[in-house]
């Protein structure tokens, strides 16, 4: 449960009454270059009149293939069980010589999972995660968009499956917050990537709902208020609340921002070095330390590990002396229990699936090598930015966000967690400002 929490994720959302979908991610293009027609869309024209939720979201047809056994064992009255269950199994198919994609024949067994999940409430929870984290995706990069309508359901229905009443008790122990969240999530999305407005109303008028019953808990009496929209739920905001929160922070005046923009020159050249390498040193440093993550394209996002929760990556430091200084030499970040720097090779055409991160911190990103300007960018929260040579973006990451890539060379970020400026639990140096 531990290990799946940090995979809460929301998308960019409409105002209710929309008749058209805002396409998601950075202007359209991470909505639009990732879209493919599903097999719903023949039952959509076909069905006419009006457009039911039971009719277009309901459970497998009839016709669909008879469910296999399960691969993995499971219970019959904890579905918390069996996500987890579910989740190391595919897992480790998924990760399986650093694909981090699955082949036909997994995505079967997926299906099989799914079918069950239909029918076994219990394992819904199993399903819905399964769906999201490892069966976005063909390998190609490909969405296979039935299955975002099939998590969409079955997150939705886990909530009823579990203890996550608005007044349990149980909240945080029955991950309820994962269950809404990831309903919400892919509700919206569904409704901003649909061509059929009447659809993407269903799918809209979903998302809402969700967040509705998500501001009725009263451990988020405190910023409900604030959460008009899904756009505004944001984790720092139940952190501090009463403190500043907004998407994106004014770089000149959060410290970390100007000490990383003064110094790109040196992490440049530094990185320029190990790239420029003959013995491939970047793709070798990736291989002695491989990484996981399952939010983008399959083979979009490579990472390299500067320093990961106060490990240091000792080779990478060997290359890169002054860049492995310079980050040592920052109380925001090594004062900090959740720090993370990494360098992370954006591919072209990558997209990363809409998503947010824990707190407390912040997170920058440094655009360390960016030799196409106005070619990538990202979005959080209601606002969009694009990634300059030299210029570092402060956000927080526990709003909603996604980045896109539409440009035709690769191009290098530094990222960085760092402590919250209202963070009082860590000597970090900052001070947090005034709302």
């Avoid at 190391?88 to 099989?112: A, M, P």
């Avoid at 509705?212 to 008009?228: F, K, M, Q």
């Amino acid at each position: 449960l531990v290990a799946i929490a940090y995979l809460r994720s929301i998308g960019s959302w409409l105002a209710p009454g929309a008749l058209q979908p805002r396409r998601s991610c950075w202007s359209g293009r991470c909505a639009s270059s990732l879209r493919r027609e599903c097999s719903m869309e023949a039952r959509r024209r076909s069905a006419g009149g009006a457009v039911s939720l039971l009719v277009l979201l309901g459970s497998p047809s009839a016709t669909a293939p008879q469910p296999l056994s399960l691969p993995f064992q499971y219970s019959t009255d904890f579905d918390l069980y069996n996500q987890g269950e579910a989740v190391t199994y595919f897992e480790e198919k998924f990760y399986h010589g650093n694909r981090k994609s699955l082949t036909e024949d997994e995505l079967r067994e997926v299906d099989s999972l799914r079918e069950r999940a239909f029918k076994e409430p219990v394992l819904a929870l199993a399903a819905a995660q399964v769906l999201y984290m490892f069966a976005w995706f063909r390998p190609s990069g490909q969405v296979i968009r039935e299955n975002v309508v099939a998590a969409a359901q079955l997150f939705e229905s886990s909530i009823s499956a579990s203890r996550c009443s608005a007044e349990s008790p149980e909240w945080n122990e029955w991950a309820c917050d994962i269950r809404w969240m990831h309903s919400a999530l892919l509700y919206n999305w569904l409704a901003e990537t649909e061509r059929d407005a009447p659809l993407s109303q269903i799918f809209m008028s979903k998302a809402y709902e969700l967040l509705a019953g998500l501001r009725s808990v009263p451990r988020y009496a405190g910023v409900s208020d604030r959460w008009v929209t899904p756009l505004h739920v944001n984790f720092n905001s139940v952190k501090f609340p009463g403190r500043p929160t907004r998407p994106i922070w004014d770089t000149n005046k959060v410290a970390i921002g100007r000490f990383l923009e003064e110094n790109h020159h040196i992490f440049k050249a530094e990185l320029e070095s190990i790239l420029n390498d003959h013995r491939g040193l970047f793709r070798e440093l990736q291989r002695h330390d491989p990484s996981r993550e399952h939010l983008a394209t399959p083979g979009g996002w490579e990472t390299v590990r500067v320093v990961r929760y106060h490990h240091w990556y000792d080779l990478f430091c060997e290359m890169a002396p002054q860049t492995c200084a310079l980050v040592r030499s920052r109380p925001e970040i090594n004062n900090c229990k959740f720090m993370n720097v990494n360098y992370v090779k954006l591919n072209p055409g990558t997209h990363l699936k809409p998503h947010f991160g824990n707190g407390p911190r912040l997170s920058a990103h440094l655009s360390v090598i960016a030799p196409e300007p106005l070619r990538a960018g990202m979005s959080v929260g209601s606002e969009q930015v694009m990634w300059m040579e030299g210029k570092a973006i402060i956000f927080d990451d526990t709003y909603p966000h996604c980045v896109s890539h539409w440009g035709e060379q690769p191009r290098y970020v530094m990222l960085v967690w760092f402590c919250h400026p209202c963070d009082e639990t860590n000597d970090h140096g900052q001070t947090c400002p005034e709302v």
